[in-house]
């Protein structure tokens, strides 16, 4: 079965400060997705960024990037200029086409003025 | 805009009482999902659907069963609540195949009493 883990429940961040959020994987699958999704006090889930396990090259929205290194199965989140509404728990989600997606246990995200 | 509609935003219920959570969703998509949120645990799936009348069991189905007569509606059944079911409940849809990202609902917090 699938399983992801996200190791860090809580991280912090001064604003306009990089933060990199972690992730990894577990997986038999060759050809799978890989997502993060930022929940903020509302509750509404937001997806961030996306990654097809077989592009090579790292997915990048704007200010959030992430670092996929496959072999290694992990996937991690950077978040540039961190600003005061990026404050929110953050989920690392994995999915193989056809599939359910599977979350990560959640890291919340506090970031400082 | 996609729209994933929970029925309820809070919701106190009493011990052996039979409970309904109520998802719509808008999009056409044939995927709807229950999952629980608990702290630390992050989202657990407790079933899906990927087709009118069909379901499938998640990682924590005991206890809940599902009802999906209709494309757009896919409802959570609480058979007889415990105290041990207060969470919070999302609801969520999406596309069966490729690199599609899951919409969400703004979830349920039931308290059970």
């Known amino acids: 079965a699938q399983t992801v883990t996200q190791s860090q429940p809580e991280m912090s961040v001064q604003e306009a400060e990089t933060v990199t959020l972690s992730c990894t994987y577990d997986?038999?699958?060759?050809?799978?997705?890989l997502f993060w999704y930022k929940q903020p006090p509302s509750r509404q889930m937001i997806l961030v960024i996306r990654?097809?396990?077989?592009?090579?090259q790292n997915a990048t929205e704007n200010r959030f990037s992430v670092n996929f290194q496959k072999a290694a199965k992990s996937f991690s989140l950077k978040i540039s200029d961190s600003q005061l509404g990026d404050a929110a728990m953050y989920f690392c989600?994995?999915?193989?086409?056809?599939?359910?997606?599977?979350f990560g246990e959640g890291t919340q995200l506090t970031v400082n003025p | 805009d996609v729209k994933v509609t929970q029925s309820s935003r809070y919701l106190v219920k009493r011990t052996g009482e039979k409970v309904f959570l109520e998802c719509v969703q808008d999009?056409?998509?044939?995927?709807m999902f229950w999952y629980r949120q608990d702290p630390g645990l992050g989202l657990r799936l407790i079933y899906f659907?990927?087709?009118?009348?069909?379901?499938e069991k998640g990682d924590i189905p005991e206890g809940y069963s599902v009802s999906r007569e209709k494309k757009e509606r896919f409802s959570l059944i609480l058979e007889s609540a415990s105290t041990n079911q207060t969470s919070m409940y999302l609801c969520?849809?999406?596309?069966?195949?490729?690199?599609?990202?899951?919409?969400f609902g703004q979830g349920t917090r039931l308290t059970v009493v």
């Open positions: 990654q097809e396990a077989y592009k090579q």
């Open positions: 997986t038999s699958e060759s050809d799978y997705y």
């Open positions: 659907s990927y087709d009118v009348k069909m379901k």
């Open positions: 969520a849809s999406n596309i069966h195949r490729g690199l599609t990202e899951a919409f």
């Open positions: 989600a994995y999915k193989t086409s056809g599939s359910r997606l599977t």
């Open positions: 999009m056409d998509h044939e995927n």
